[in-house]
């Protein structure tokens, strides 16, 4: 009886113990974690091998980086290098031509001291530089004024009562009523069926085409907007355009151009007149200058072709006659200070202003 109960109890127990066997050579959780240890292990080696790799493009984009960085530093420090060498000559040129620019002053100052004496009077004004000679030492009864322009649109051409056709207005008083501190005649005129004086030729007021004429004969004497003397023949409006006027006015003839003597016409030559001139030296400066004439024990006038060979002494490059005869007149600082022929200012259509 005994022995079946232990076999009994054998068989009942014989799962538990195979399981526990079981269990005990092979932990199924051990197990468990070394597959679950295992798969990380090898996806972290996979990443740190991409990562590796991606460092290793880093490195090399860097250093492709660096290296345009270099070249580029180079290019711009090559690039400053040429600038600041280029802005130090422009510098130098400026101050080069600044320094020539006072030479010529002072040499042509100097000359026409030697040819005239000392200025009889100066300006030295915001707008403009304005010294005034006499021409007795140059053996005529007139004056010249030497300008230079600081700005441009201190010159202008005023019209009489600002109108292309009117009764007309002395030089002086278009000077004063624009508070100007020198003023020549300008332009010439004629008279009209109604008694009017109406201006001759091409005229241009601050850039404004007043009037225009084709009319050969007649020389163009104007300023472009740098405040630089341009004119003779102008047969178009574009060729006016293209010349950038802001001033002018027309008569004739031309007297000098680039530093030559021009044909005086035949029913001018070899004759003693009244004049106003108006030219620039070779440094750019103004030059207006009227002589007197028809006032017997005064003066007789002077005929272009003198005048041609006085301002080529003078160093004068571009030369024209304007309006001469009774309109010449000659205004400086609130005073006419030539002698008109007429004993009197002849109201005129056109003047040349130049503000202080």
């Given at each position: 009886m005994p022995g079946k109960v232990h076999l009994f109890l054998a068989l009942l127990l014989a799962p538990v113990v195979g399981f526990y066997l079981a269990f005990g050579v092979t932990n199924p959780v051990q197990s468990l974690h070394a597959k679950q240890l295992h798969l990380p292990l090898e996806e972290t080696k996979t990443r740190l091998e991409n990562v590796s790799s991606a460092v290793d493009e880093t490195r090399e984009v860097t250093a492709e980086t660096m290296?345009?960085?270099?070249?580029?530093?180079?290019?711009?420090?090559?690039?400053?290098?040429?600038?600041?060498t280029r802005q130090k000559k422009v510098e130098q040129l400026v101050a080069a031509s600044h320094s020539h620019v006072a030479k010529t002053e002072d040499v042509l100052d100097q000359l026409l001291s030697s040819?005239?004496?000392?200025?009889?009077?100066?300006?030295?004004?915001?707008?403009?530089?304005?010294?005034?000679?006499?021409?007795?030492?140059?053996?005529y009864r007139g004056y010249m004024a030497k300008v230079r322009l600081h700005n441009p649109h201190a010159l202008k051409v005023v019209l009489a009562n600002?109108?292309?056709v009117s009764n007309g207005e002395t030089t002086s008083h278009a000077a004063k009523r624009k508070g100007a501190i020198?003023?020549?005649n300008a332009g010439g005129f004629y008279r009209t069926e109604d008694g009017k004086l109406a201006v001759l030729g091409t005229t241009v007021v601050d850039g404004k085409i007043v009037t225009f004429s084709t009319n050969t004969n007649l020389s163009f004497v104007g300023f472009n907007k740098q405040g630089r003397l341009v004119g003779g023949?102008?047969?178009?409006?574009?060729?006016?355009?293209?010349?950038?006027?802001?001033q002018g006015a027309s008569f004739l003839p031309t007297l000098l151009q680039g530093g030559k003597r021009m044909p005086i016409p035949r029913d001018w030559a070899n004759t003693r007149q009244p004049r106003t001139l108006i030219g620039h030296f070779t440094n750019g400066d103004l030059l207006f200058i009227v002589i007197d004439g028809r006032r017997k024990g005064w003066s007789n006038g002077v005929t272009l072709e003198e005048a041609q060979s006085k301002l080529l002494e003078f160093k004068v490059r571009d030369a024209y006659n304007l309006d001469g005869g009774g309109s010449s007149t000659f205004y400086y600082k609130g005073k006419v200070l030539n002698r008109p022929?007429?004993?009197?200012?002849?109201p005129v259509t056109s003047s040349i202003v130049v503000l202080p």
């Open positions: 290296a345009v960085i270099e070249k580029v530093s180079e290019v711009a420090q090559a690039e400053k290098e040429y600038y600041e040819m005239l004496g000392d200025p009889i009077g100066q300006t030295f004004g915001e707008n403009a530089t304005v010294k005034v000679y006499s021409l007795t030492e140059a053996g600002d109108k292309a020198l003023a020549v023949k102008v047969t178009s409006r574009e060729q006016l355009e293209r010349m950038d006027v802001l022929s007429d004993g009197r200012e002849r």
